[in-house]
């Protein structure tokens, strides 16, 4: 890990991390955010790996310009009414630490938004973070540089003690100046706050007329990575249409293979022994048995079964190690999404 100070060169550094798929921890007038391409799955693997998150919580993508917003968010999926919102909230509150959710374009990776179809957009009031954000790939996804359930943090010293080597490098530019997250700010329908944070509510309400609330306070921080309530537990959450059974790690392998079912083995090695295991009908979540691998593929991999209209798919828990249980977690939840 690369800890440096803040100046020209050092962020040069950082957005070459970031270009090849590394992780960069960097300050924006919030708090420490953890970066990563937003458009490279194995890298946002990598950043939950990193945060040690049980589930995969929806991530804020960073931009630097606005023409950025064209390549992340879907502006056909708004009424007339909705984008209005958003130009007059971007031009007026951008940069600033507000983040806006909105309609998601296809091409950006279901785990940067954890499934979703919406993702959270951010421009960041602050020099070296747009400077960083500019050189690299121009859209970087960064959750709170702090591990799971711990408090978000405001000076580079906060992340070196909590994710030290695991990162690639920490640009270091000092205190926060804001130091609470920025707002969550849901423009669709009736505008709703789902986080308060460093935009005031009333500044909101001054451009766009009443908004709802419901969410955690920035204090809260900490509980609300816990809370069950996060965006990533909703019903709007990706279930697959397919019934989904979850089998016991290792169990897959032993099932009777039927031609109308699929399967999703973790790896390669864990269909040993499947009397099917070459069929159309057999997925690998990562051919090699690599846990980041499984987590990067994973919703892409349930989105390509679910399009080919399978009766069911049967599906084996991976290795509670690293991702792993964030990836159970979200296969069980698929399967209890069904039973609803
Ligand atoms: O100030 C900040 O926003 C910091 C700095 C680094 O920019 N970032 C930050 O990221 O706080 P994170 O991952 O710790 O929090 C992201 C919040 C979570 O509450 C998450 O549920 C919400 O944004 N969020 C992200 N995408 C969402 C979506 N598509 N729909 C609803 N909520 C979303
Ligand atoms: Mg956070």
């Not at 939950?48 to 804020?60: C, M, Q």
């Not at 931009?63 to 007026?92: H, K, Y």
């Not at 960083?132 to 960064?142: D, E, F, P």
């Amino acid at each position: 890990m690369l800890f440096l100070e803040l100046n020209q060169k050092n962020i040069f550094v950082a957005a070459g991390v970031l270009k090849a798929g590394g992780l960069a921890a960097f300050p924006t007038e919030t708090v420490y955010g953890l970066g990563c391409d937003a458009f490279n799955s194995t890298a946002l693997a990598r950043v939950f790996e990193v945060k040690r998150r049980p589930r995969f919580d929806p991530l804020i993508v960073h931009i630097s310009r606005l023409e950025t917003l064209q390549r992340l968010a879907d502006f056909g999926l708004l009424s007339p009414v909705e984008r209005e919102r958003v130009r007059v909230l971007s031009q007026s509150l951008w940069p600033g630490p507000l983040t806006l959710i909105l309609p998601k374009k296809d091409a950006v990776p279901p785990l940067a938004t954890g499934g979703l179809a919406t993702v959270a957009v951010r421009f960041p009031a602050h020099d070296a973070a747009l400077a960083l954000i500019r050189k690299s790939t121009g859209a970087i996804a960064a959750p709170s540089a702090n591990l799971f359930g711990s408090l978000s943090p405001t000076l580079a010293a906060h992340v070196r003690t909590q994710l030290g080597e695991a990162v690639d490098v920490i640009l270091d530019g000092g205190k926060c100046g804001i130091g609470v997250e920025s707002t969550v700010l849901d423009i669709r329908g009736t505008p709703r706050i789902l986080r308060h944070g460093g935009t005031p509510r009333d500044k909101i309400e001054t451009l766009i007329g009443s908004v709802g609330a419901s969410g955690a306070g920035p204090g809260d921080s900490h509980v609300k990575e816990e809370s069950v309530e996060s965006p990533g537990q909703t019903a709007s959450h990706y279930a697959p249409g397919t019934s989904l059974f979850l089998h016991a790690e290792g169990r897959l392998s032993a099932l009777e293979a039927e031609a109308d079912a699929a399967y999703l083995f973790f790896s390669r090695a864990s269909a040993e022994g499947f009397a099917a295991a070459d069929g159309e009908n057999v997925f690998f979540l990562s051919e090699s048995g690599s846990v980041r691998e499984a987590a990067a593929r994973l919703f892409e991999t349930l989105h390509t079964i679910d399009s080919l209209h399978f009766a069911r798919i049967h599906a084996e828990k991976v290795p509670a190690e690293g991702l792993g249980p964030a990836i159970n977690d979200r296969l069980s939840r698929a399967q209890s999404c069904l039973r609803r």
